[in-house]
């Protein structure tokens, strides 16, 4: 058996099929399950119920829509450009979903465990804006394109400080090994040192994700919806898949590279005796209980403040942190030696 | 076997979207198609074993540098009809550029030969270091120089792009954080007190900001400095 899965390439084609599939099912669920959770939560600080109809609690409200929603009627507006308008959805699936090969769930558990994680999980983040700005182009639409339009401003300008953060974080772990970021962790979180630069990346990824109070890319009250207005169907479906996982994506991002991945807290027996993937799972759990909680209760900005917080507030904080990451680990002699992989 | 093949399937949709990227007639598309070719080229660079610089180039070409462009090229209202007009008058300039630039091609192939493998003489780096950490050693180290001055000419091309755009308008209402914060209520609130019966509207309402935008506009944005029409406006007040 063993020999089939590791020394076959039948047997590992089969195998790498069957990691991705252990991965994305149960991201799929979760997504399904964070857009009840996002409806519950937010009921619940507005002092509503909620849904509650469609199974115990609601349970079953996520899979009714999206029966309702593939049954529907795939319209594509005249003078679009078919291909571009049914390629931009799938793009940003597929892109979202791509991004998970490389989180660790537990030590060295990833579908690959590759040397440069963080800069794929960037290059993959930083490629999301066009699924929007090609959706955006191709609907053939005013409010589209100006929702794409703003969408690519907004992701390239934050990216730069998410960028900034990422290398301060580097600097401390010295290595862009993912499995290697978690382990440096093993004393203490990088939240404790770095809460300023935890909170920059935590917002910064809110601005990524286009979620409140930085969702002007689809700002209803201006723009009816944004970058995908134009869609129905399946088509939107696979939008609003891509937007919530990439919303899993960014959480589990900020939980391996600030609140110590699968790591436990403290490191102490009851503590310990959690494994290590329900660990990331809480971790991430906190993160999109925070993601929703921002929605509920701040209001949006505006664009041009949106930009300035971006460019004149964020990029020069997070560089100067960098700047005096680099020169502490070096005054303390803390820099870590260039570490190979899982060292 | 199997990387080879990789290394072909890369490199034929490389050339292919490349071409594409000259002769597609729709910018967007032709865009869209540069995307694709850096896609093919950071593959290559995997199949090298270079992922450092294979993912580079999607985060800075892909992720930055095109997105710029697929911007500014959605943006364009191009009119293809005018832009074939000036074919005929610019054809002359266009041989010339492209006739130097075929010779220079052929006398550098000319001059250029394959090294045999093992030739090639590998950087002198601890054997066992990621190929990231490889290429930091010799960057910050034997090249640091070259490495600076590649940072000093993008910060000049930054200056020069930021001298070009810079422009003080008179349009535009410039908002001034600090100075919104600094405000109390007293400075910017006045309650006025109006007689029974009186017109709200001729007296100018029961609490309206005191002066007039005019004189807490920032100096120099749309509106700031027109004494004449503030004067009118107290008047009307």
Redesign the interface.
């Known amino acids: 058996m063993a020999y089939f899965f590791y020394q076959t390439l039948v047997g590992q084609i089969l195998l790498m099929l069957l990691e991705t599939l252990a991965v994305l099912v149960p991201l799929l669920i979760g997504v399904a399950y964070l857009t009840l959770m996002e409806r519950k939560v937010m009921a619940a600080m507005q002092r509503r119920r909620g849904p509650n109809v469609n199974g115990a609690f609601g349970l079953l409200q996520a899979f009714a829509d999206a029966i309702k929603m593939i049954v529907k009627e795939t319209v594509i507006p005249a003078g679009a450009n078919r291909v571009l308008f049914l390629f931009a959805p799938f793009l940003t699936f597929s892109l979202a979903m791509a991004a998970w090969a490389v989180i660790p769930t537990g030590n060295g558990l990833a579908v690959a465990n590759i040397n440069v994680g963080i800069l794929y999980l960037l290059a993959m983040s930083s490629l999301g804006v066009y699924g929007m700005l090609i959706a955006g182009w191709a609907s053939n639409s005013r409010y589209a394109f100006l929702g794409g339009l703003r969408s690519a401003a907004q992701m390239v300008s934050y990216e730069v400080s998410i960028g900034l953060v990422i290398v301060s974080v580097l600097l401390a772990v010295g290595s862009l090994n993912l499995n290697d970021i978690v382990l440096a962790q093993r004393h203490i979180w990088f939240c404790v040192p770095m809460f300023p630069m935890f909170i920059v990346f935590f917002i910064s990824a809110l601005a990524e994700t286009n979620r409140a109070p930085f969702d002007l890319p689809e700002g209803e009250s201006e723009l009816v919806a944004g970058f995908f207005v134009e869609y129905s169907s399946l088509a939107f479906g696979l939008f609003f898949l891509g937007e919530y996982a990439n919303m899993i994506l960014m959480s589990s991002m900020v939980s391996i590279l600030f609140l110590g991945g699968w790591l436990p807290p403290l490191g102490i027996a009851p503590l310990t005796w959690i494994p290590g993937p329900l660990w990331l799972i809480f971790k991430i759990l906190f993160c999109l209980f925070v993601f929703i909680w921002v929605r509920a209760t701040f209001p949006r900005y505006r664009y041009d403040q949106l930009m300035r917080l971006g460019w004149k507030v964020f990029l020069p904080f997070s560089l100067l942190w960098m700047i005096g990451t680099a020169g502490f680990l070096m005054a303390t002699g803390l820099l870590p030696h260039m570490g190979g992989v899982n060292s | 076997m199997m990387a080879q093949l990789v290394f072909y399937v890369f490199a034929a949709v490389l050339l292919l979207s490349a071409s594409m990227v000259i002769s597609a007639r729709n910018p967007?598309h032709a865009v869209?198609f540069l995307?694709l070719g850096f896609f093919n080229a950071a593959g290559l660079f995997l199949v090298a074993g270079a992922?450092?610089l294979a993912?580079?180039l999607?985060?800075v070409y892909?992720?930055?540098v095109a997105?710029?462009f697929?911007?500014v090229v959605?943006?364009l209202d191009i009119d293809f009809s005018r832009l074939r007009e000036g074919f005929q008058r610019y054809a002359p300039l266009g041989l010339c550029i492209g006739g130097v630039l075929l010779a220079e091609l052929v006398m550098a192939f000319s001059n250029w030969r394959m090294a045999p493998a093992g030739v090639v003489a590998p950087l002198a780096v601890q054997p066992?270091?990621?190929?990231?950490?490889a290429l930091?050693?010799v960057i910050y180290t034997h090249y640091v120089l070259l490495f600076q001055a590649c940072g000093l000419v993008l910060l000049v091309a930054m200056i020069g792009a930021i001298v070009l755009t810079l422009r003080e308008t008179a349009t535009g209402r410039r908002?001034n954080?600090g100075r919104q914060h600094a405000r109390t209520r007293e400075e910017t609130l006045e309650l006025v007190n109006l007689p029974l019966g009186e017109n709200v509207f001729e007296q100018g309402g029961f609490l309206r900001p005191k002066g007039s935008y005019y004189e807490i506009a920032v100096p120099g944005s749309y509106g700031a400095g027109e004494p004449e029409k503030t004067e009118t406006e107290e008047k009307g007040a």
């Open positions: 967007v869209l995307i992922e450092f993912m580079l999607v985060i892909v992720g930055a997105v710029l697929l911007f959605m943006m066992g270091l990621t190929n990231t950490a930091g050693t908002q954080i």
